[in-house]
């Protein structure tokens, strides 16, 4: 039996993703994944090229995906199945291609961790991501932008004769096509995938990619990889609050055991923490994860996706709450085994202009001696796990697969199965691209591409322009804007593609001209003033973007007013407001108005100030206005803030502020009060998301 490929429904509790917010993304935001070179690191000199390589200064043109919540309720999803007589893998073609479930049927086995729930949490590096199955990690170091996006999807011939399902879209963030052709060879108790990406412009693109896979975590659970040594992100003693394990610098650390533990067994490990090994050049590619009785699952393939990591949370307060944040009460927790094609996931790799990166990764049981596996001597530990798969999939074997793959790359979709955006049918219109095996059609041109359509027909956007809508930065959109007449959504969307190039000063003046060009109009002022407010904070002008963001937000709020409470535009508008309060009332705050950030939020509906973001800001406005029992009144009460963002700490911050307040009364927070506040008010485990030791 070779792979058939089949629709289906997955019916799970799912909380809705939610509209987009409708602000640019002008920040960055925290990077926990930057880290310090010291010059006596000694890492190889191409990891350390790598590391600095076109680092990006905003996730533009994504938008942020912030509109969920944490209510779930049954949900119908559209799935896709490869099935054979060993496996069956379940897809969800509109959730970035997730692999939902790998279940082998021999052994009755579900070999990945496979979430019961949809609850979208903020890990992406826009937003919106889910913990669970095998995901597809493409453009900058993170978790892609094509998390919860559609994918385009078909049938394709598959290289034994049966059925391949192609997923492929156009990755936003580097401006690059993407292909993952998965199936499952006749009587093969492996799912194959084949993954290409493709440069197709004139200049040289950073390159990302790591394959990433939730697999249990039992208290028997032992990763294994073919190396002794791993590269293991670290922060320096001095750095603050930084979270162990996730930032500033580089060191490499023995494997199984370092600090005193064995880390290849995620719950020895009492903080969230990455390992990336070190597998020497000529290794066998694979990484597994085997439970106390020897049996897992195993991921290998050809050389070219060189890296393999582990991904734990721990067994600290931290990690066991962020694993009950992302699924539901009395569900077992995961580590992920990943794979990429450089050593870290803090590398973007070269790819030349018309190059093309290719390579075929596999997934199946692995069954090995569990007292091996488990013991004390790690070479023979993994020298048995290596073993086991060359009998289940000898590496020649994998070479051969995808050798046969590769002419079937260029194959047209027979069957469409599911659409994914239009941002690739417009880069083929823009440039006039060839793509074998990846159409990306006119027909999926849609409202979104309509304003860049006609700029690239008629050298103008539309004088309504997409505005608020997404944004095009590109240097060849960039190009045409400045090509282009002049005007308010114009020198908008031209100073956007101004700031992700880094060239701040004429984004501003770009934005200043928007400005000018709006005459007062409440609909074209509010965006070019919260992007000048964005300027100005990056800029260390605190006192100048508080302003600027009390200036956004009042001309949204009275363009609103003007609005029908129904109709596509009030609904937009409705959701500019909270987003430019959620900037505007921190920005006031630090510049010590909070009776202003009070005012703001007045401004609210109730709805939006139920919400668990607009909870903490209320709190904090309390306190600021010398109101800390109120505060802490609202912490009592209890609130979620759903796109809690991963090593974000402004709960606990909050929570103890306000405590020091109150045991402080009317007199100084000093050493003693603080030390008093976090003996007499302990952060409640609702609250409780440090990455690190506390």
């Not at 096509?177 to 060879?185: A, H, S, T």
């Amino acid at each position: 039996m070779a792979t058939s490929v089949r629709r289906t429904t997955l019916t799970l509790p799912a909380a809705p993703i939610g509209p987009d917010n409708p602000l640019p993304a002008l920040r960055a935001g925290r990077d926990l994944h930057r880290i310090e070179i010291p010059r006596n690191a000694q890492l190889p000199a191409d990891m350390a090229c790598q590391i600095g390589y076109r680092q990006l200064r905003s996730v533009l043109p994504a938008r942020l995906r912030d509109g969920y919540g944490r209510e779930r309720r049954p949900t119908d999803l559209d799935a896709l199945v490869l099935e054979n007589d060993r496996l069956r893998a379940t897809v969800l073609p509109g959730l970035g291609g997730r692999v939902y479930s790998l279940y082998h049927k021999p052994t009755d086995r579900e070999l990945l961790y496979r979430n019961p729930v949809f609850q979208p949490a903020a890990f992406a590096l826009n937003g919106a991501w889910f913990s669970g199955g095998i995901e597809w990690n493409i453009g900058a170091t993170g978790h892609t932008t094509l998390a919860c996006a559609p994918l385009h999807a078909a049938r394709v011939p598959a290289p034994d004769g049966g059925e391949m399902l192609r997923l492929w879209e156009w990755e936003p963030l580097r401006d690059l096509p993407f292909q993952v052709d998965l199936w499952l060879p006749e009587g093969s108790d492996f799912l194959h995938v084949g993954v290409r990406i493709r440069n197709p412009h004139h200049h040289t693109a950073p390159v990302y990619w790591w394959s990433n896979t939730a697999v249990p975590e039992g208290a028997g659970t032992r990763v294994l990889a073919p190396a002794d040594e791993a590269w293991f992100p670290h922060s320096l003693k001095g750095m603050g609050g930084a979270p162990i394990g996730y930032e500033r610098t580089l060191r490499r650390v023995p494997v199984p055991d370092c600090d005193g533990a064995d880390r290849t067994y995620p719950l020895r490990s009492a903080s969230p923490a990455d390992y990336f090994y070190d597998v020497p050049e000529a290794a066998r590619r694979w990484i597994a994860s085997l439970d106390d009785e020897g049996r897992g699952l195993v991921q290998t393939s050809t050389d070219t996706l060189r890296g393999r990591k582990l991904f734990l949370w721990g067994a600290g307060r931290a990690g066991r709450r962020w694993q009950e944040w992302l699924t539901e009460p009395g569900t077992g927790g995961y580590a992920e085994i990943q794979a990429g094609v450089a050593r870290t996931q803090l590398e973007h790799v070269p790819l030349e202009a018309g190059g093309e990166l290719a390579w075929l990764e596999a997934y199946g049981p692995l069954a090995a001696d569990a007292a091996t596996v488990h013991g004390d001597d790690w070479r023979a530990a993994r020298g048995e796990v290596a073993d086991r798969l060359e009998a289940a999939l000898p590496r020649a074997d994998i070479d051969a697969a995808y050798a046969a793959w590769r002419p079937y790359a260029d194959q047209e979709p027979k069957e469409s199965l599911t659409t994914g955006s239009g941002w690739g049918a417009l880069e083929v219109a823009r440039a006039g691209l060839d793509l074998p095996g990846t159409p990306f059609d006119a027909a999926t041109l849609g409202p979104a591409q309509r304003p860049w359509l006609t700029l690239l027909k008629t050298g103008d956007l539309p004088p309504e322009g997409p505005l608020p809508g997404p944004a095009l930065v590109a240097p060849a959109w960039r190009d045409l804007l400045e090509s282009a007449l002049p005007g308010p959504a114009t020198d908008y969307h031209l100073g956007l593609a101004q700031w992700h190039a880094g060239d701040r000063a004429q984004a501003v003046r770009s934005w200043e001209r928007a400005l000018a060009a709006g005459g007062g109009r409440l609909s074209l002022d509010a965006l070019p003033l919260y992007c000048l407010a964005v300027a100005e904070s990056e800029a260390g002008e605190a006192v100048r973007a508080a302003e600027r963001y009390a200036e956004a937000f009042g001309c949204a709020a009275r363009f609103a007013g003007t609005l029908a409470s129904e109709g596509a535009s009030a609904r937009t508008w409705r959701s500019v407001l909270p987003a430019l309060a959620r900037e505007a009332v921190p920005a006031l705050l630090a510049v010590g108005r909070a009776d202003e950030a009070c005012d703001l939020l007045a401004h609210l509906r109730q709805e939006d100030l139920a919400d668990g973001r607009f909870r903490l800001l209320t709190a904090q406005v309390l306190l600021a206005q010398g109101e800390p029992a109120a505060a802490r009144a609202i912490f009592d009460a209890g609130f979620e803030i759903a796109d809690l963002r991963e090593g974000d700490e402004t709960l606990s911050d909050t929570w103890y502020t306000i405590a020091e307040h109150l045991v402080a009364g009317s007199g100084p927070v000093t050493e003693a009060v603080r030390a008093q506040a976090r003996a007499d008010h302990p952060l409640p485990q609702r609250y409780e998301f440090r990455m690190r030791p506390v």
